[in-house]
Nanobody
Framework: QVQLVESGGGLVQTGGSLRLSCVASGLTFSSYSMAWFRQAPGKEREFVGAISRRGDLTYYGDSVKGRFTISRDNAKSTVYLQMNSLKSEDTADYYC??????????????????WGKGTLVTVSS
């Protein structure tokens, strides 16, 4: 059974930082492109970042470029999302995702094979 378990969410002030982690089990982690998506109340799920199987290629959503960094550790079956300079509009549930598709294709939620249950990030002013 495949599981993606996120952690690291919480309450942070505007301008602060958080690092999310997602531990994968039940799959060959290094065979999957990994991504982070987020969903705020009343809004559609939004692409945040994606990383290739070897970690040598990354993509970011326009709203987080220059502030967020996605990385992975295949030995630990873990993908990370470092979030800096947080804004109130970053408040959302953040979801880890795994896909057998290319990293670029993983930018679309339609290509995702597995989803985590999410972790809540709240940015207060």
């Amino acid at each position: 059974q495949v599981q993606l378990v996120e952690s690291g969410g919480g309450l942070v002030q505007t301008g602060g930082s958080l690092r999310l982690s997602c531990v994968a089990s039940g799959l060959t982690f290094s065979s999957y492109s990994m991504a982070w998506f987020r969903q705020a109340p009343g809004k559609e799920r939004e692409f945040v970042g994606a990383i290739s199987r070897r970690g040598d290629l990354t993509y970011y959503g326009d709203s987080v470029k220059g502030r967020f960094t996605i990385s992975r550790d295949n030995a630990k079956s873990t993908v990370y999302l470092q979030m800096n300079s947080l804004k109130s509009e970053d408040t959302a549930d953040y979801y880890c995702a795994a896909s057998t598709r290319s990293t670029r294709a993983t930018m679309s939620p339609d290509t995702i094979d597995y989803w985590g249950k999410g972790t809540l990030v709240t940015v207060s002013s």
